[in-house]
């Protein structure tokens, strides 16, 4: 038998949530964020999930975006980060791919270049997030050279939130006031939101949303948010016990001796660590089911394995099936017991656990 660990991808999961968003925006197309490999999930088969569906969908270089055209997506594909150099602009165009551009020389880069067919390109600019995009009192100067462009077919205004997922916060408000008042002569789509503003500021959807971890079924918000109840997780990430042993009181578990054990313990151990992408730093308490039932980690982490609290949990024996995350253990759970955030937790989710597919 193989080594027990696996992440089953529900591609139905993500079909719904992708519905969630549109209907959450109905009068907006919406790209599918996919860029580092589908948040873990595995770009092309989600992709090919949403290929029927989905207005088209978003990653954050060009490799990322030439992966999904050879697997024959037909939706546009656009570039987050645009593009790293003039070289890039040509191979862009060949396969048809979509950049944001969102700098000067990015822009001379597009104006310069010599496309065989007209490019369609998304203009970004810095409403407040303070990391990439046009200055609010560069950015009509920047389309207006866009506009003129005889190789430039269309241009998206799009921005991006730095605390949308903050919904009592006043800056996301801001942020839209900042983008309206420099787009507001400008005739051209808008695109500002992510999963957070999609869930929380309808006043944000505009003509394009960008949502991303929602598709995945996780949220992007800090504690309960009622916005993401209707989404599905689309990734389990499950292991099972190859050990279980029965330890007294004041037994310590694991590297460090972390844990110590208060009462007679029965500890379990998955084949499952933080190679494999489960975070090292998840203390003792963060919640795991074993079959079917909540428990929680006791003691460090290891590179390939992690144990796990038994008490109260009788039938459980080697091969008892073991979740980390999924129906049962939402991932914003343990990220948060971990100090991290799901995207984190699936992004890191290393080439030696197996993707393994389910649609309906
Ligand atoms: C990653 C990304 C998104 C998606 O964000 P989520 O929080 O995952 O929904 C949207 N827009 C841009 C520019 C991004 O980089």
Request: charged share 20%; hydrophobic share 45%.
């Amino acid at each position: 038998m193989p080594r027990p660990i696996r992440a089953r991808i529900r591609l139905d999961a993500v079909r719904h949530n992708y519905r969630q968003a549109k209907a959450l925006a109905p009068d907006a197309r919406a790209l599918a964020v996919v860029k580092a490999n589908a948040y873990g999930h595995g770009a092309v088969a989600v992709a090919r999930a949403l290929a029927d569906e989905a207005d088209g969908f978003a990653v954050a270089y060009l490799e990322e975006g030439l992966e999904l055209r050879e697997s024959s997506i037909r939706a546009p594909i656009l570039l987050l980060d645009g593009v790293f150099s003039p070289d890039e602009m040509r191979i862009l165009d060949r396969a048809g791919l979509t950049p944001v551009i969102h700098s000067r020389l990015q822009l001379e880069w597009l104006l310069g270049a010599r496309p065989e067919r007209p490019l369609d390109c998304w203009l970004k600019m810095d409403s407040g997030m303070h990391r990439m995009g046009f200055a609010p009192g560069d950015f009509a100067a920047a389309y207006a050279q866009l506009a003129e462009c005889r190789h430039v077919r269309s241009v998206v205004l799009m921005s991006h939130f730095a605390r949308a997922d903050e919904p009592d916060h006043d800056y996301t408000a801001q942020q839209m006031r900042v983008f309206a008042e420099a787009t507001a002569a400008l005739c051209a789509p808008r695109s500002l939101s992510n999963s957070a503003a999609v869930l929380a500021w309808p006043r944000a959807h505009g003509d394009w949303t960008r949502p991303g971890i929602m598709l995945y079924g996780a949220s992007p918000f800090e504690g309960a948010h009622g916005s993401t109840a209707s989404l599905r997780p689309a990734m389990t990430l499950e292991s099972a016990l190859i050990s279980v042993r029965d330890l007294d009181p004041g037994e310590p578990v694991g590297y460090g001796g972390r844990f110590v054990c208060e009462r007679p313990t029965r500890v379990g151990v998955a084949a499952v660590g933080y190679a494999d992408g489960y975070p090292r730093h998840a203390p003792d308490g963060t919640p795991v089911a074993v079959r079917g039932r909540i428990t929680r980690i006791v003691g460090r982490v290891s590179m390939d394995l992690v144990t796990l609290d038994l008490t109260g949990i009788e039938d459980a024996a080697i091969g008892a099936p073991v979740e980390l995350w999924g129906g049962q253990i939402s991932a914003n759970a343990v990220a948060e017991a971990s100090g991290t955030i799901a995207y984190q937790l699936f992004t890191n989710i290393n080439r030696r656990v197996p993707l393994i597919y389910e649609d309906d």
